[in-house]
């Protein structure tokens, strides 16, 4: 069976010029209008990225398998067009059904070719690598000059443009993701594979393979051999194939971030970003590495008491062996290039073990390094469970370097992992002291980016606001003023804030809230929950013997402690067991360093709140927020080892050195 997967699809975009304003939510009810496909066949993948008036809105998929069952749609799409058009808000599908020239192609490979110039028609429309039983439907924004109502799209249109199709469809066997290993992308022997939740919907969304021990054990071998090859590979050749690699990433950003908005619920322009910002992040780091790792030290023995100049010491970066990788679900594909290309341009292997919510994203990014050609083995990509292969996986003799970004779960795998270097990037509570002479409005803007900016749910977001009783009530009003601006809502919609990433993490969130409640705390805003979405909520008047005081959230409420004295927030700030970021607020700078002196965090922040990026700066924690520090240019570093070559001469020389 061929592994084509058939689409239907339609575009709610035409020239008359309401339909780009047509919200998402309808295209889904269309979705549910055709209830002739068995859902368990029907996939809305409603691509918004696009914004368009023309661009395709909403795209069903069918499996090839099944889609001959729908060889005679055509009658009842009209149909269901037909009934839309009584309803009002079904504004644009009026339009359409009311110029009666409702078109679907069936296995049509006929030539509709685009005279006119508007870019989105340059491609060429004959079909002949068609698929059997390819369906698609779409209407044509441009009739005046194509003289038509709907067209056949190109299949190079829905492959640049969709999630597990055309490019990537080799990475899918039926519903299930395969995982990647030896340069192929494989069916686990397991049988058995793990459901990815749609934090919106609640749904299955995504499923991957849920990968064997002896599949790891391979692919240990698989990336040993490998790296040995690869670290003879000169650098210049190591550095062109990652700058391949970013641009084939960026160029398919669409179809990555769509898997970002499905599996983690990110809102959809933020998705395109961590793609656009995970392509910038490979070629800088290819950059970086031809010049960092281009260099080494010479070094002679007459510098230290007692030695005359009778030896030359050389030394050199070398790489570690096999790193494994293990990125956290609110940043799978950044996070997770983050750890690959510093691995990989200094020589290393790598087998990457994505979160679960989030792999789909992450096997999209390894298929575009798998495109740029990277040699079979050197990257690896084991899906399953982290509470069923994680162990097995992190206590593995083969590994050579743990790099790892999450929560707690690095504080027991620094316990369970052998003698290797571990890089960890774990939870953080980042306080944001403001002073009685700081900017309110700079303060205020920064604390709705910094605290609520997707959903809460980044590490480096504001999680506890420490500010003067003096200027608190004023700052408290600032605040609430910009969270009644928040959008709530799908990612697919673009809103501030989205479904948080699980059920259990909603009730975690839920628990702290209520617990700082029933303690007295100032709820200034009501609380409010739908399944995973929760409202943004500003809790003022917390006091230490709240949870939410110390506990991380990961999602959209904001503590507020009022203190009396800078160094009442400085002891808040370091009383906690962790010290990711902090950030401080004042217009006196000999202030501001004085009291990021004084805070017990891997960065602080002047004026402006916590913040990983740029890439390339140096990111670390402290405490129980991790070991080792990120940031390009020390992971390449860090994924290093020192090796010297000392050359012993029988006598002093002093001409070099
Ligand atoms: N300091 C930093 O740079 C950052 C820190 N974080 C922190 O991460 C947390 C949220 O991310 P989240 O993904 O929930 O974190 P988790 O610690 O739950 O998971 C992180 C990764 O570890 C995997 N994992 C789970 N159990 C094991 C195990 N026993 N052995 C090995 N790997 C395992 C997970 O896989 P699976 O999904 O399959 O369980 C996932 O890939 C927050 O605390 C946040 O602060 C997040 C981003 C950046
Ligand atoms: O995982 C996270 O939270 C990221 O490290 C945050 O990155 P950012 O601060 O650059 O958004």
């Known amino acids: 069976m061929s592994s084509w997967t058939s689409c239907v699809s339609f575009k709610c975009g035409n020239s008359l010029g309401c339909l780009n304003k047509v919200p998402t939510k309808k295209t889904d009810k269309f979705a549910r209008r055709l209830s002739f496909f068995p859902s368990q066949h029907v996939k809305c993948m409603r691509c918004t990225l696009d914004t368009r008036c023309s661009a395709l809105k909403g795209v069903f998929r069918v499996p090839a398998s099944a889609a001959a069952r729908y060889s005679d749609f055509s009658s009842q799409i009209r149909s269901v067009l037909g009934t839309l058009a009584s309803s009002v808000v079904f504004k644009s599908f009026f339009l359409i059904y009311r110029t009666k020239r409702c078109v679907a192609y069936i296995n049509d490979a006929c030539c509709h070719s ?30 005046n000059s194509f003289n038509s109502d709907f067209f056949i799209a190109p299949i190079s249109f829905l492959s640049s443009n969709m999630a597990g199709t055309g490019l990537f469809a080799e990475i899918l066997d039926g519903d ?3 995982y990647y290993a030896n340069g192929e992308w494989k069916k686990s022997s397991s049988g058995k594979s793990v459901s990815i939740i749609n934090p919106t919907t609640r749904k299955t969304q995504y499923k991957v393979q849920a990968c064997s021990q002896e599949e790891v054990n391979k692919v240990m071998d698989l990336a040993k051999s490998a790296q040995k090859l690869w670290a003879k590979t000169p650098l210049w050749k190591r550095a062109e194939l990652l700058h391949k690699a970013a641009a084939i990433l960026k160029e398919h950003k669409a179809p990555i971030a769509e898997c970002l908005v499905k599996e983690i619920a990110k809102p959809a322009k933020d998705a395109v970003t961590e793609v656009v910002r995970s392509g910038d992040l490979v070629s ?28 030359y010491c050389l030394t050199s970066k070398i790489p570690l062996g096999v790193i494994l990788a293990i990125p956290p679900f609110n940043y799978p594909v950044n996070l997770a290039v983050s750890k690959i290309a510093p691995a990989l341009i200094a020589g290393n292997s790598i087998v990457l073990k994505p979160p679960t919510q989030g792999a789909v994203s992450a096997l999209h990014m390894v298929h575009c390094f798998h495109l740029a050609g990277f040699p079979k083995g050197l990257i690896n990509c084991v899906t399953g469970k982290g509470s069923e292969i994680g162990d097995f996986l992190t206590m593995h003799p083969g590994v050579n370097c743990i790099s790892f970004t999450g929560g707690d779960t690095g504080i027991a795998i620094s316990k369970k992992a052998g003698m290797i270097p571990l890089q960890m990037e774990l939870g953080g509570k980042d306080a944001c002291i403001v002073l009685e002479d700081a900017d309110l409005d700079l303060v205020a803007a920064c604390i709705i980016k910094g605290g609520f900016s997707y959903s809460g749910q980044r590490c480096t977001a504001v999680k506890v606001v420490l500010v003067m009783e ?24 673009n809103c ?6 699980s059920e259990s993490s909603a009730n975690f969130i839920e628990g702290l809230v209520m617990d700082a409640k029933e303690k007295g705390a100032t709820l200034c805003q009501e609380y409010k929950r739908e399944g995973n979405l929760i409202w943004p909520l500003l809790l003022d008047n917390i006091r230490p013997d709240m949870r939410i005081a110390w506990e991380e959230p990961f999602g959209p409420v904001l503590p507020v402690i009022r203190i009396n004295s800078v160094e009442e927030g400085i002891h808040h700030c370091n009383a906690s067991n962790f010290g990711l970021q902090g950030s401080v607020f004042t217009k006196d700078v000999n202030k501001a360093i004085m009291i990021s002196d004084a805070m017990e965090t891997g960065t602080v922040q002047i004026n402006s709140a916590p913040a990983r990026g740029p890439d390339h700066f140096p990111f670390q924690g402290i405490k129980d927020s991790g070991i080792g520090s990120q940031g390009i240019t020390n992971s390449i570093n860090m994924m290093t080892k020192i090796k010297t070559t000392v050359i012993n001469l029988p006598s002093p020389s002093y001409t070099m050195g």
């Open 496 to 501: 501030d804030i989205t479904p948080v990433v």
């Open 284 to 311: 800088y780091c290819a950059e970086e590495g031809v010049r960092i790792l281009g260099e080494g030290k010479f070094l002679v023995s007459d510098s230290f008491p007692g030695n005359e100049r009778t030896k």
């Open 114 to 143: 685009t005279p006119n110039h508007h870019p989105e028609n340059q491609t060429n429309h004959t079909t002949p690598d068609t698929p059997p039983n390819l369906y698609f439907f779409s209407s044509n924004p441009y009739k």
């Open 176 to 178: 299930v993701y395969r």
């Open 470 to 493: 003096s200027v608190a009530d004023a700052l408290v009003e600032k605040v609430k003023a910009k969270v009644a601006k928040l959008t709530v809502g799908p990612p697919e919609d």
